[in-house]
């Protein structure tokens, strides 16, 4: 007698699968974004965000009726001759100096500092403009010799403008505030004596005009404050009384005698 049991197995003919619930959160999503972020950040930590130096060029502002813009600067020496100040060389150079362009007089020139304040202590110098002796007006019928005719050279008078002579018209300064948001200046004045190696200071006044020529205020009376105007790129100058200077006269600069 068979008693075994049958079984029967049946082998499916095509493909089967089993899905299983299993739980995935994808941590990693948008990763890659936050390390661009992250290398953004430490890369203008090192380096900085950059900035624009581009450079704007500012003109000296119009005044009068017909839009002028002629800027002009007279320099004043000290003569002890004379005890007075004049708008010469020749308290410094002689005649054949200037004539002849010596050395000394060649490698001399004014400096014009500008800074962002009139106080000393804190005051950052951020650009100076460079008036050379060889630029200027002439001074005529000066003696050279008993045995030449007289003969025309350079005087410290500087006639600037867009024609005229460019040097030192003017200011080149940031065309953006986002890096340094200055829009004023105080502008002073020196001399440098190429003869002996020197600086000579300048100051807005002769100090015989002074009650007390040995004692005054500086922050007044070595600066002109100069205001940049930024939405036609012009300047203007002022005394320390805050009235415009330069408006067809000259912006006088005489010698400082340290007592």
């Excluded at 000579?200 to 002074?210: A, R, S």
Aim: charged content about 20%; proline content about 4%.
């Amino acid at each position: 007698m068979d008693v075994s049991n049958k079984i029967y197995l049946k082998l499916p003919t095509t493909n089967q699968t089993i899905n299983v619930p299993i739980e995935i959160k994808w941590d990693f999503y948008g990763q890659q974004d936050s390390i661009d972020l992250w290398e953004k950040d430490v890369l203008e930590e090192v380096i900085g965000i950059p900035k624009d130096f581009e450079i704007a060029r500012f003109a000296h502002h119009e005044y009068g009726n017909n839009g002028l813009t002629q800027l002009n600067y007279d320099f004043y020496f000290y003569s002890a001759n004379s005890t007075t100040w004049v708008n010469n060389y020749q308290t410094i150079f002689s005649v054949n100096e200037i004539f002849y362009r010596a050395n000394s007089f060649k490698k001399s020139f004014f400096k014009l500092d500008f800074y962002n304040s009139a106080d000393t202590k804190s005051q950052i110098n951020y650009f100076t403009i460079i008036l050379p002796t060889n630029l200027g007006t002439t001074e005529n019928g000066v003696t050279l010799s008993n045995l030449l005719p007289n003969v025309n050279i350079k005087k410290p008078s500087f006639y600037l403008d867009y024609i005229l002579e460019k040097e030192g018209f003017f200011i080149y300064w940031l065309r953006y505030r986002d890096f340094l948001n200055i829009d004023t200046f105080y502008m002073t004045a020196k001399f440098f004596d190429g003869k002996n190696g020197e600086f000579i200071k300048m100051m807005t006044v002769p100090q015989n005009t002074l009650s007390n020529p040995n004692l005054f205020d500086g922050s007044n009376l070595f600066y002109y404050k100069v205001q940049l105007d930024y939405n036609d790129k012009t300047y203007k100058i002022y005394d320390y009384l805050n009235n415009r200077v330069g408006e067809g006269t000259p912006i006088n600069w005489y010698q400082y005698n340290n007592p």
